[in-house]
């Protein structure tokens, strides 16, 4: 990872929480909205390289919270199942709530997916975070 970046987001502790909360919010959006409430139907036919990039984004950027914010004290293995815990109950709410969507085990394989790939560049960028000394 880009050490100026690693230092903005040590320097400035709310920032990467709000990334989060608000890629957060814009998840639920994206996921939740009734589908009739979108203008366009052709941006949906991109729906599978969406859920990758979201939830791919999503848990890079809890895994990243997790190497600054508490470092040593995580494991890929967790990020990579919050990321993909996220996504299975983001489908359970589709499935659930009468909001004309549904849910796809293909957009689970698609969340997992980014969530593996987020992983994968955590686990690269892990090496050049310094680690606290508690």
């Keep these: 990872m880009n050490a100026a970046i690693f230092n903005y987001l040590s320097k400035n ?5 709000l990334l989060i ?16 409430k979108y203008v366009q139907d052709s941006i949906w036919s991109y729906d599978k ?6 939830f791919g984004s999503w848990t890079y950027l809890m895994g990243l919270y997790q190497m600054i914010y508490h470092s040593g004290k995580f494991s890929m293995f967790t990020i990579f199942i919050i990321g993909v815990s996220f996504g299975i109950t983001i489908e359970f709410l589709q499935y659930l709530l009468p909001l004309n969507r549904s849910a796809e085990l293909f957009d689970i394989a698609f969340d997992s997916l980014g969530s593996f790939l987020a992983v994968i560049l955590l686990s690269k960028s892990a090496s050049s975070i310094p680690k606290k000394n508690d």
């Design 49 to 54: 390289v969406g859920h990758l990039l979201i």
């Design 13 to 17: 502790r709310a920032v990467l929480p």
């Design 21 to 36: 909360s608000v890629l957060t919010l814009a998840t639920l959006a994206l996921m939740l909205l009734p589908l009739d």
